[in-house]
Nanobody, 121 residues
Framework: QVQLVESGGGLVQPGGSLRLSCTAS????????MGWYRQAPGEQRELVAT???????NSADSVKGRFTISRDNAKNTVYLQMNSLKFEDTAVYYC???????????????WGQGTQVSVSS
C-alpha cells in the first residue's frame, strides 16, 4: 500500500503564510512527479504546483511569486510554502504523486486525503 499524508493546513489572515507538507510512505520503488492541487467549494480541482524528481517545476499563474514548491527525495516529501495568502486561496489542498511500486510496475497516481486552508480576517 502507498499513503500520502498531508499536514500544515489551517486558518490564516490575508497576507499570512502557511507551509504544507506531504510524505509518501509504503511500498515505493520510485516517485516521479509530486505536486499540490486544490479544490474550493463548488469548484473543480485545479493544479497549484508540481515538481519532478529532478526539480523541474510548474505552477498556476494565480500562485506564481507567492507559492513555492520543493521536495526532499530522500524523505519522499513535498512541500508548499504559501506566502501572501489571499481570500481566494481558501480551498482543500490535495497532495499528488506519481509512484512506481516496483521495478517492473507501471506508474500510478496517488492522492492524499486533503488539508483545509482557510484565509479569513
Amino acid at each position: 500500500q502507498v499513503q500520502l499524508v498531508e499536514s500544515g493546513g489551517g486558518l490564516v489572515q490575508p497576507g499570512g503564510s502557511l507551509r504544507l507538507s506531504c510524505t509518501a510512505s509504503g511500498s515505493i520503488f520510485s516517485i516521479n512527479t509530486m505536486g499540490w492541487y486544490r479544490q474550493a467549494p463548488g469548484e473543480q480541482r485545479e493544479l497549484v504546483a508540481t515538481i519532478t524528481r529532478g526539480g523541474s517545476q510548474n505552477s498556476a499563474d494565480s500562485v506564481k511569486g507567492r507559492f513555492t514548491i520543493s521536495r526532499d527525495n530522500a524523505k519522499n516529501t513535498v512541500y508548499l510554502q504559501m506566502n501572501s495568502l489571499k481570500f481566494e486561496d481558501t480551498a482543500v489542498y490535495y497532495c499528488h504523486a506519481v509512484i512506481r511500486r516496483s521495478f517492473r510496475s507501471s506508474e500510478y497516481n496517488y492522492w492524499g486525503q486533503g488539508t483545509q486552508v482557510s484565509v479569513s480576517s
